[in-house]
């Protein structure tokens, strides 16, 4: 039997941390508000029912929320961590559309690792405010020379930064940004965020 040797290519990812006054509790109603919830299997019901591509991304639409994406996941990290003494509201939500995924999917269907994106929603230590953290979708999926899904991926990022910017519309600072190692920088910076260099 042949052994399977993997392959190991080292790239780097930017993370954005915004911090808001709002409460924990109002941005995660803000994001219910604006986001479709698809955690009842709507995407496998719409792959089953849907004969066509117009089918398909219809009901997609119908689904997602008016920021145009849905929810697929949430796991209330907070809920579990109280067993080990830890007193704070943390939620990592996984979501997206397969209609975006599909704008980066069709240049390389490797980008399909990081969409659905993800982020976390933490409550301050202080019990004041809360703090979202998410990994520029960009930042993940293009790690070779590809233009068309780096176009597509930068899109996506403007999308999310236009939901967490909405949510979080009290924001009072956007904290420093976690770096990792072997860190390129093809990307141009997005006026209101700021990265680690």
């Known amino acids: 039997m042949t052994k399977a040797m993997p392959s ?9 941390r915004y911090e808001t006054a ?8 803000a994001l219910r508000a604006a986001m479709g919830d698809a955690t009842q299997g709507q995407l496998g ?10 089918l398909f991304e219809q009901r997609m639409q119908e689904v997602a929320g008016d920021s145009g994406f849905m929810l697929f996941f949430e796991m209330d990290h907070g809920a579990w ?7 704070r509201k943390i939620v990592r939500w996984v979501f997206g559309n397969p209609i975006i995924a599909y704008t980066m999917l069709r240049h ?6 990081f969409a659905p994106i993800e982020f976390v ?7 004041h405010g809360s703090t979202l953290t998410y ?3 960009s930042s993940l999926m293009v790690i070779d020379d590809n233009p068309p899904l780096l176009e597509a991926a930068k899109a996506l990022d403007r999308k999310l ?33 700021h990265f680690a260099r």
């Not at 190991?8 to 954005?16: A, K, T, W, Y």
């Not at 961590?81 to 007193?87: D, N």
């Not at 390389?108 to 690792?113: I, T």
């Not at 940004?177 to 910076?189: F, Q």
């Open 8 to 16: 190991v290519q080292s790239f780097g990812g930017r993370r954005v």
């Open 22 to 29: 709002r409460s924990f509790k109002d941005v995660l109603v």
């Open 45 to 54: 019901t719409a792959v089953r029912e849907c004969a066509t591509r117009e």
């Open 81 to 87: 961590l109280k067993t080990f003494g830890v007193r």
């Open 108 to 113: 390389d269907v490797a980008a399909g690792l």
């Open 121 to 127: 929603l933490i409550e301050n230590e202080s019990g």
């Open 135 to 137: 990994d520029l979708p």
């Open 161 to 193: 930064v236009e939901l967490v910017e909405r949510v979080m519309s009290a924001i009072t600072r956007e904290l420093p940004v976690c770096r990792r190692p072997n860190m390129r920088d093809p990307w141009k910076t997005p006026s209101k965020l």
